[in-house]
């Protein structure tokens, strides 16, 4: 089988790995000429996956054309404000019935796009593929050191989600479905806000019990705002939801949680962005979800604070003090009052 993975960032680079190892013909492409000439001389991905030996049998191309001659899988690597751009471009050169599967996790700021929506108005029209999502708590950090991973495929169509599942499945990594592409990619690109303010707390001296509250009460935002959008209550509750916010808001490897830990030491957004070669994918997440509950009239005062740090420059340690002096609730009124479980 042949495969396509389109960006070469860690996610990408440790996708190909896995593609590989499985057997499949795979092409890695590399944005950057210079980037790509490098690795291919060092067999190495040393600007965002150091340390990581790149198998032989992947060949590296910065050409469109070359990486995706004849691919069945198309793998949608690149960061979610780069998506429409890139898939737009690749789409010249996917062939009829191939599976694209989106492997980025944000939506675009200002269509409010989920990324299997932008590819799909991207693609050419008459253009016959599927689409697909592979999502959950994956860093590539140790994905590419194969250590075990659980993710999930999810596709509107149950064949599709399986044979993405049969394409990536192996000893270290494994794959389950879902049917429910929206909540896959809501919880995909909603974790990382919660991430954020996981790191901003961490960074203000807080400690495991506020973020143990932040991951609980965002896991609710998440869900509130994904059933709006469409999503399945339960998907929230795996590997995608639940799974991804575990470990992006406890793992150094988080490139959004230390982005706040940085910003709750009293450095400013724009330190941090420029302060590393990789996308903070919350950050333009939290505009996206803040504009989606202005839009559909849905609470989420965790993600509305996270907007106010990040976008309107207000001192963290206040809007922790806002969200704390929030009127009481009932823990679980929304679950029991709209019954969702």
Known sequence: MKAAVIGAGSWGTAISQILADNGAEVRLWVRRQKLAERIKSTRENSEYLPGIRIPDEIIITCELEEALDGAEFVVMAVPSQAMRKIAGEAGRYIKNQSIVINAAKGIEVGTLLRMSQVIKEELPKGLEVEIAVI?????????????????????????????????????????????DIVGVEMGGALKNIIAICAGIAEGLGFGDNTRAALITRGIMEIIRLGVKMGGQPSTFFGLSGVGDVIVTCNSMFSRNRRAGIDIGRGKSVKEVMTSTNMVIEGIYTTKAAYDLARKYGIEMPITEKAYEVLYEGKNPVDAVKELMSRRGKHEMEELINKDWL
């Open 135 to 179: 999502s959950g708590p994956s860093h590539a950090e140790e994905v590419a050191r194969r250590l075990p991973t659980a993710v999930v495929a999810a596709a509107e169509k149950k064949d599709v989600a399986e044979k993405v599942q049969d394409f990536f499945m192996n000893s270290y990594f494994r794959v389950y479905t879902n049917l």
